[in-house]
């Protein structure tokens, strides 16, 4: 690729016939005659890195103001995260072009709603990618996520795999950071989807105002989208209803709500059941039964956001088929015991998210519920005693224990869940695997037990180490002791 052509799309007029052979965002892979794009991040600022590349013999795209010195090799522009977002959209042949996709923003629902997606589309015949939380998936290709929605380079990567393996379409998890931070920034999308909004994150984006402010920003990426047809898609619902619906009046796409209460496209609950979520769906005067196996009304929210976002595109008839099966690792998943009990393994790490899941169990009537539970550590703060609160509330005993404590020392962070909480019904234990041990150690038949926090993910962060840490296979490994002594 000729780097002038490149260029000329951040509005450089380069004369020179150069051919670049890679587009990097990292310094250290920065090789002769690669295009390195210099940032300034959270904790690095990548323009240190300049001189040592150029030595290289790379070409550099640096922000005005952050590197001094001159060279005919550097080039200049006001925003070089922006810079490297166009840049790594035609670096990729605008792959975001070629496919259809759906964004998805919120505190809650994101990844089953992705998934919910897929299913749906992929059922339709319309072979569907995703970039979210738990992995990337392209076709038959499945990559490990390390952010909820990665940095540009990565996600014009993703999608142009997705388009030369004959994907269609991407359901994809836009997060509050990646709007803030411009990850996203010259991305076409179709649909824009916002779920919901309740505390998180607010160690970055210091208010509840500011987190709003930021993810409503989905809705200016697709006003600003070169896509026809395009659809904004929210929850009615929510508090913040009225203000999405006054926000994007300025904006020219189609707009389509869901809701239990209120909607478009509305839900109408008929009952739920260990193993069954049943609900019918209205719209267009028209109505859709449906049983799926993901539980709790949160689902059925997810259900109503992934339909709204595809309505236009499918057959709504084949809905039930394509939901009936439906399964995200570590979002509500139920493991069953011989011995009575139920363990659920659930991604809630925010107090809306543990007041769902535990509402949820209590409308399966449990004898007991036991939770296992902690926070983690460099985030949020102000959410751990609500957090305690909502637990102690909403289960007969908990067990405070940690979950990703990073560089804070783990007991303080459970002292600070245990200002929350209103009972005495709990007790503290530091290591994770102990609590979860615990838990399956106390229930006894009718119960349920709840392993909060973690969901899907394989690790635990303890300090500056990553150790490997699974909440379902250590709940599988004393559910099996315990039932191999009750057959002795």
């Known amino acids: ?21 890679n587009l990097v965002e ?5 090789k002769e005659n690669d295009l390195f794009v210099a940032i300034k991040g959270e904790n690095v600022d990548s323009h240190i890195f300049i001189d040592d590349v150029l030595k290289r013999g790379s070409f550099v795209v640096a922000q ?13 522009i006001d925003n070089s995260k922006r810079g490297l977002a166009v840049l790594s959209k035609y670096y990729f042949g605008c792959p975001d072009e070629k496919l259809f996709i759906i964004g998805i923003t919120g505190t809650n629902g994101k990844t089953t709603t992705t998934y919910m997606i897929k299913s749906i589309l992929d059922t339709y015949g319309v072979s569907t990618g995703i970039i979210g939380t738990i992995k990337y998936i392209i076709g038959d290709e499945e990559i ?17 795999k997705m388009v030369d ?20 920034y010259s991305l076409d999308i179709d649909v824009a989807v916002f779920t919901n909004i309740t505390q998180d994150h607010l160690d970055f ?4 105002e500011e987190y709003f402010n930021s993810k409503v920003l989905i809705f200016d990426l697709l006003e600003k989208s070169k896509k026809s047809n395009k659809l904004a898609v929210y929850n009615a619902d929510i508090p913040e209803a009225d203000i999405i619906r006054e926000y994007i009046k300025k904006f020219n796409f189609d707009v389509l709500t869901y809701g239990i209460n209120k909607g478009d496209i509305r839900a109408k609950i008929r009952g739920l059941e260990i193993n069954h979520n049943k609900f019918t769906i209205c719209f ?39 939901l009936k099966a439906i399964s995200v690792n570590g979002r509500f998943e139920s493991i069953t015991t011989s011995l009575g009990f139920v363990v659920i393994i659930d991604y809630a790490h925010t107090p809306d998210a543990l007041k769902n899941v535990l509402e949820t169990a209590l409308e399966i009537k449990p004898v007991n519920i036991i939770t296992v539970f902690g926070a983690g550590g460099d985030r949020d703060k102000t959410k751990r005693p609500l957090m305690g609160e909502v637990v102690s509330k909403l289960s007969n005993y908990s067990i405070i224990t940690s979950d990703n404590p990073r560089s804070e020392e783990p007991l303080s962070i459970i002292k600070d869940i245990e200002k929350g909480m209103v009972n005495k019904n709990y007790s503290i234990e530091i290591d994770r695997e102990t609590a979860i041990k615990k838990a399956i150690y106390m229930a006894e038949e009718g119960d349920l037990v709840l392993i909060a926090g973690k969901g899907h993910e394989d690790y635990q962060i303890i300090g500056d180490k990553t150790l490997y840490f699974s909440d379902k296979e250590v709940a599988i490994k004393y559910i099996k002791e315990r039932e191999n002594n009750a057959r002795v």
């Open 1 to 21: 690729m000729l780097l002038k052509d490149l260029l000329k799309h951040i509005g450089i007029n380069h004369k020179g016939n150069e051919v670049i052979n």
């Open 26 to 30: 990292d310094s250290r892979v920065a």
């Open 64 to 76: 005005k103001g952050l590197y001094q010195k001159s060279s005919e090799r550097v080039f200049f």
């Open 144 to 160: 490990k996520a390390k952010n909820t929605t990665p940095g540009p380079y990565q996600i014009y990567s993703i999608l142009s």
């Open 165 to 184: 393996k004959g994907l269609k379409a991407c359901a994809m998890e836009i997060s509050s950071h990646s709007l803030a931070m411009e990850r996203v």
């Open 205 to 208: 984006h210091k208010t509840r």
């Open 284 to 322: 267009d005067n028209k109505e859709l039964l449906m049983d799926i196996p993901m539980l709790g009304r949160f689902n059925v929210y997810n259900t109503l956001a992934s339909f709204a976002s595809v309505k236009h595109k499918i057959d709504p008839e084949i809905l039930p088929k394509a």
